[in-house]
């Protein structure tokens, strides 16, 4: 009964700037990680970057520097601003998070996917 829901895919120019932000709903106690993943045509889903409640974030070496992970642990959001975008963040990404409950234990959950495609 946890559910997390993307927004703010699109198209955007190389060079560009796009922001992604994921909401988890429903019944749990808490969120332990929080993050994004991406999967283009033909490869295998990847790491992005992730953070947890506490402590230090984690990202690839093919997006640091670029892209900024956040999260409100209030509201229950992780936002992924990507800046200095390139072809090959053409992908869509999913928002993952693994979270704790009484009734379910610890679960991994991902979002639907939202699709970001970046032009020449």
């Known amino acids: 009964q946890v559910q997390l829901v993307e927004s703010g895919g699109g198209l955007v120019q190389a060079g560009g700037s796009l922001r992604l932000s994921c909401a988890a709903t429903g019944s749990f106690s808490s969120i332990n990680t929080m993050g994004w993943y991406r999967q283009a045509p033909g490869k295998q889903r990847e790491l992005v970057a992730t953070v947890p409640s506490t402590g230090s974030t984690n990202y690839a070496d093919s997006v640091r520097g670029r892209f900024i992970i956040s999260r409100d642990n209030a509201k229950n959001t992780v936002d992924l601003q990507m800046s200095s975008l390139v072809p090959e963040d053409t992908a869509v990404y999913y928002c993952?998070?693994?979270?704790?409950?009484?009734?379910?234990?610890?679960?991994?959950?991902w979002g639907q996917g939202t699709q970001v495609t970046v032009s020449s």
């Open positions: 993952h998070a693994i979270v704790w409950g009484t009734q379910i234990g610890t679960r991994r959950y």
